[in-house]
């Protein structure tokens, strides 16, 4: 043998020993633990009953680390979970759970792994702490990067700092707007009254309503000590740095109550749908508009605000606004976005998004929306404008009337070491792991064919105006117009004023039938009445000259429930019956 030879052969056997072979993927569940999935994807359900999910990041050797929503719920146990397998079969081996620290109001949402360190956010915090190699709670101190000082931040609702980072060192946060159109929360609440005006200029834009830049290294920051990025973002739970153009990139949360709280302008059907949900490119000092502007993704451009004079139509000022790169339907709720950088799946999940969609909770008096996870396939470096059905599954049933029918609700997304992507769920803190488990060479978008079918699901089609209108009460609404109508009154406790107007709250008009409550909000009531034992003589006006059908049928379900802990079905139609008469 010629020594050239022998040498070649000496290089060859070192290649083929120096190989690194990925890891057998586990066994999937046979049911891919109640997922739909593409075909040749498959998934296996990690763990389930672990907390309220939120956001999730899994390590370097597949531990996975998960924020919950601290509450009662959790019994103490600390605010973080990590799981482990331990012999690679994909189930959970091992539930820790860590965290001396307390969420002390909100949904918080924010766990990513940066640079060995592991990230994680409450409402008021954003904290870190050391990971060790294999050390499954890390025992290093606990650094506080961020203190939000905002003095009303437990009064408002887009409180949560999910969290981003790009690759000079820097960490994005959002600070929600505190306001769904910045109206005056002190005398119109979070959700507004009907007929309001949003605030002009809207100061809820010089702390919040955009996404501000950090040192990721630097402990004690507070909102001043960050630079404001972008503006006009009303509320950002998913938001990831893209490794195709280095840009940050938004799935915002758009406004809510469009027919509650302008009745003349816009029709139920137009408040399910809209506004949307929209896809934004977030570059440095851009703008995308709220709360005077909103994106319409059926007709492609921003709208201006009906709280600043607008009526579905016009674009006047909304022009100034940067315009979003596509829109999802109304009030989805986007959670989590995820730029797939492993090399499990085929190399077009390379080339675009996925997004999780918590579901719709007012999108009454047609069923509630999302409640899948979406894959945005981009094109030379942008959205086609289409989306497809990636994980669908959760809800458990065909129609949502309310957001609590639903099983399960994506929230938080994260890709593994090995290429597989994570799902986690809010309702009953549920973790899967999704595969590929075909040929990559040899996918084609026929394997998507189920999937597309899966659009008329009616918690993912565009409602039919006339044939989908299911006309159950909505709890969201209920809350929305009893503090809009009945709150002055009965206080937002149900309690009462102890004066002149009785409580709800313990009272045997509350505790009678659906029909007659129904009565008393549509026409009134008059006279002496005993509540509690005490006496109230007074005027309760009418309410049926100015609430529709299922704004009446709301109000009705909430205060049941609220105010009597009793769950009841009050539709449309019911009112409607006893309006005739």
């Not at 006496?535 to 059908?549: I, N, Q, Y």
Request: glycine residues 12%; negative net charge; hydrophobic residues 35%.
């Amino acid at each position: 043998m010629s020594r050239s030879l022998l040498l070649l052969l000496l290089a060859f056997s070192h290649c083929k020993s120096s190989v690194v072979h990925p890891p057998a993927l586990p066994i999937p569940d046979p049911d891919n633990g109640g997922l739909l999935l593409p075909d040749s994807f498959a998934a296996v359900t990690v763990t389930q009953g672990i907390g309220p999910a939120r956001h999730l990041a899994v390590n370097g050797n597949g531990d996975i680390y998960v924020k919950l929503a601290y509450n009662e719920q959790l019994e103490g146990r600390g605010g973080t979970v990590v799981l482990r397998d331990k012999n690679g079969d994909g189930k959970a081996d091992v539930v820790a759970y860590f965290g001396d620290y307390e969420d002390e109001g909100g949904l918080p949402a924010g766990m990513n792994i940066y640079k060995g360190y592991l990230y994680f956010s409450t409402v008021k915090y954003v904290l870190r702490t050391k990971l060790s190699p294999g050390q499954l709670i890390p025992d290093a101190p606990t650094d506080t990067i961020i203190t939000d000082t905002d003095t009303a931040l437990f009064k408002h609702w887009h409180s949560a700092k999910p969290l981003a980072f790009d690759h000079d060192g820097h960490i994005y946060v959002p600070f929600g707007a505190p306001t769904d159109a910045a109206q005056d929360i002190n005398t119109a609440g979070p959700a507004g009254m009907p007929g309001g005006k949003g605030l002009d200029p809207a100061p809820d834009l010089q702390k919040h309503g955009g996404i501000w830049q950090f040192d990721a290294d630097k402990k004690g920051q507070t909102q001043d000590d960050g630079e404001l990025y972008a503006t006009g973002i009303r509320s950002a739970l998913g938001l990831a740095w893209s490794p195709l153009d280095h840009t940050l990139y938004v799935a915002m949360n758009g406004m809510d109550n469009f027919h509650n709280r302008y009745p003349n302008l816009f029709s139920a059907w137009q408040a399910a749908v809209l506004p949307s949900e929209p896809l934004l490119k977030v570059t440095p000092h851009s703008n995308f508009g709220w709360p005077y502007a909103y994106y319409d993704h059926m007709q492609g451009k921003n709208i201006l605000s009906p709280a600043y004079g607008g009526d579905g139509k016009i674009t006047a000022r909304a022009d100034s606004f940067d315009v979003p790169l596509m829109g999802f339907p109304g009030h989805w709720a986007p959670m989590d976005l995820l730029f797939y950088e492993g090399n499990q799946f085929p190399e077009r999940y390379k080339n675009g998004c996925f997004v999780a969609f918590h579901g719709s909770t007012d999108r009454a008096p047609y069923p509630q929306a999302g409640y899948i996870v979406c894959f945005v396939p981009f094109e030379k470096g942008k959205p086609t404008g289409k989306w497809e059905v990636f994980a669908d599954g959760f809800t458990g049933t065909d129609t949502v009337f309310n957001t609590s029918d639903a099983r399960y609700r994506p929230m938080g997304l994260a890709t593994g070491p090995d290429g597989s992507l994570y799902i986690a769920e809010s309702n009953k803190g549920r973790i899967w792991r999704v595969m590929y488990i075909g040929d990559k060479q040899t996918f084609n978008t026929g394997q998507l064919t189920a999937m597309e079918a899966r659009k008329s699901r009616t918690y993912i089609k565009t409602p039919d105006p006339l044939l989908d209108m299911v006309g159950k009460a909505s709890e969201m609404h209920g809350w929305m117009l009893y503090n809009s109508y009945c709150a002055t009154c009965h206080q937002r406790d149900g309690k009462g004023d102890n004066n002149r107007y009785p409580a709800l709250a313990g009272s045997p008009y509350l505790a009678g039938t659906r029909e007659q409550l129904i009565s008393i909000v549509l026409n009134g009531l008059k006279g002496k009445i005993v509540v509690n034992g005490k006496t109230f003589d007074g005027v309760m006006p009418a309410h049926g000259a100015f609430l529709d059908d299922q704004a009446v049928a709301s109000i009705v379900a909430y205060i049941k429930d609220r105010f009597n802990h009793e769950e009841t079905t009050v539709t449309a139609e019911m009112v409607k019956q006893l309006r005739g008469k």
